[in-house]
């Protein structure tokens, strides 16, 4: 799956190669995670760094303020050239492309995983193990509980959805019996 822009996926890009030359990619992808998920849940700051009424100096100063000493000085840097250039609502598609990139350096991918109900760790490493097997890589899991699937489980990998779970099995029983009619 390609996520965000081309300009976000070549911001990451260059990012990650920082990273990677430093040994640093799931350092990286964690302060990119943390900047991405701070932004995501203050729409005041957020507000603050796409005015156009605010100089680029203050801009760039409360990004130093706020992620100085949380972030290494490659992505400090990068999310303030973002900023200069007013690609500021980029920032989560950057953190997602990133995640992209370093995923397929590290052999690893990510899987939203669905159910009706909580998954045990023991459930959550078989499934992660299953998963693993299948694609040949390190599967890390992301789970979310949704309790009108019925019972079951959805796993999204990508672009790619598996649908175990008893809403899809009836909605595609459903529909095989409206098309035998």
């Known amino acids: ?13 260059a990012l990650f190669e920082l990273a990677r030359a430093k040994g640093q990619v799931a350092e990286t992808e964690n302060q990119l995670k943390l900047v991405a998920e701070v932004l995501e849940q203050n729409d005041g700051f957020r507000a603050f760094l796409a005015s156009p009424s605010v100089t680029q100096e203050a801009k760039t100063g409360a990004l130093r303020a706020v992620f100085g000493q ?5 992505v400090l840097n990068a999310l303030c050239l973002l900023v200069e250039r007013r690609r500021q609502n980029e920032i989560p598609a950057v953190r997602d492309a990133f995640m992209e990139l370093a995923g397929e350096a590290l052999g690893r991918i990510d899987a939203t ?3 009706a109900k909580p998954l045990s760790d023991e459930e ?11 694609l040949g890589k390190t599967v890390r899991l992301e789970t979310k509980v949704d309790p009108s699937l019925l019972g079951g489980l959805t796993v999204r990998i990508g672009d790619t959805l598996f649908d175990g779970s ?4 009836l909605a595609r029983l459903e529909k095989e019996l409206l098309a035998a009619k």
């Open 124 to 134: 959550k490493e078989k499934l992660a193990a299953a998963f693993g097997k299948i």
């Open 70 to 74: 949380s972030v290494s000085a490659e």
């Open 166 to 169: 008893l809403k899809g099995k």
């Open 1 to 13: 799956m390609k996520s965000g822009t081309v300009a976000a996926r070549r911001y990451a890009k």
């Open 113 to 115: 995983v669905t159910s």
